[in-house]
């Protein structure tokens, strides 16, 4: 008896691990604005000057940021390979990153290229900065944020951003405002509560809403991801789609579009913009998008 509980928890435990293994990997299969371009200060051209590198966790990775000399903007593991500390706790010298337990500087590739303790033209300085390496993550600078994908060493294209998103922000009509807050839950919590339009005339009372506002709050479905054909992801928020919709489910990929027309009176007399009849429209575009019109 003992040993088939045993077997049964064993296979549980890995059916769960595999589970958890494929939704990573469809996770890291895409960019994350982690910062705003205006937080990374450039490397000194000389050693005279203190700046900082910036810290960040990414899907439980620790990274550190930073821009070497020039302005590009570099992302390495968050661990010296050398005794293991942060690295995100030391500072830029001459456009690399110096550990702040030995002094060992890394390049933006994340390449040792130099150990204090060592003569730099001795063999055993050769030898330990060609083993020495820090994990280097891809990155890019656009739309004002830094984006990284979060597979090391991976090669990708920019073209794979969500430059749709930013047709909006980009256009000279509009006028874009960038903010960033840190809060203390699972993202995915802050995702479900930005979709869901019925807590406003509690939780924002006479702010966003009334009590004596609430209203049924019925949904149509624009577009979903989960229909039998698909769809391209790419035009989304512009383009609703005319298939068939199916019931959103927890499927790792699924995108979706609501239209919530008792939103858009929810707000009338609190919000000018979402009282227009094109308003009132929710989207998500997983992992971590939502946008609403």
């Known amino acids: 008896t003992i040993s088939v509980r045993t077997h049964t928890h064993t296979l ?13 990997s469809h ?47 570099c992302a ?9 500390a942060p690295l995100s706790l ?19 590739q994340g390449a040792c290229q130099r150990i204090p303790s060592l003569a730099p033209d001795s063999r055993e300085h050769q030898r330990r900065t060609r083993q020495a390496a820090a994990t280097s993550y891809p990155t890019h600078e656009q739309y004002g944020f830094v984006w990284v994908w979060p597979q090391p060493g991976a090669e990708v294209d920019s073209a794979l951003l969500p ?27 802050m995702i479900e509560n930005l979709l869901d339009p019925s807590h406003l005339p509690f939780t924002h009372e006479n702010t966003l809403a009334k009590r004596s506002d609430a209203e049924d709050m019925s949904m149509d479905v624009v577009y979903d ?45 609190h919000c000018k913009r979402a009282s227009k009849p094109d308003s ?10 939502v946008v609403l019109d």
């Open 12 to 24: 549980s435990l890995s059916l769960v691990s595999t589970i958890l293994s494929v939704m990573t």
């Open 27 to 73: 996770l890291r299969e895409c960019w994350y604005p982690v910062v705003r371009s205006d937080d990374l200060c450039e490397a000194p051209l000389s050693g005279s000057s203190l700046v900082r590198p910036y810290g960040i966790r990414l899907l439980g990775d620790p990274l550190v940021l930073f821009r070497e000399v020039g302005g590009r903007v």
């Open 225 to 269: 991801s989960l229909g039998e054909e698909g769809t391209d992801l790419s035009d989304e928020c512009s383009q609703p789609t005319e298939k068939q919709p199916t019931i959103i489910t927890e499927e790792i990929r699924a995108a979706a579009k609501r239209r919530v027309p008792g939103f858009s009176r929810l707000l009338q007399g």
């Open 163 to 189: 430059h749709h998103l930013f047709t909006r922000t980009s256009s000279p009509e509009w006028i874009a405002n960038h903010g960033m807050r840190d809060l203390e839950i699972d993202h995915g919590l």
């Open 90 to 108: 030391g500072r830029l010298r001459d456009g690399r990153l110096e550990c702040t337990y030995h002094g060992w500087q890394f390049d933006a």
């Open 76 to 84: 390495l593991s968050d661990r010296c390979p050398h005794r293991s």
């Open 280 to 289: 009132g429209y929710f989207s998500f575009i997983p992992p971590y998008t």
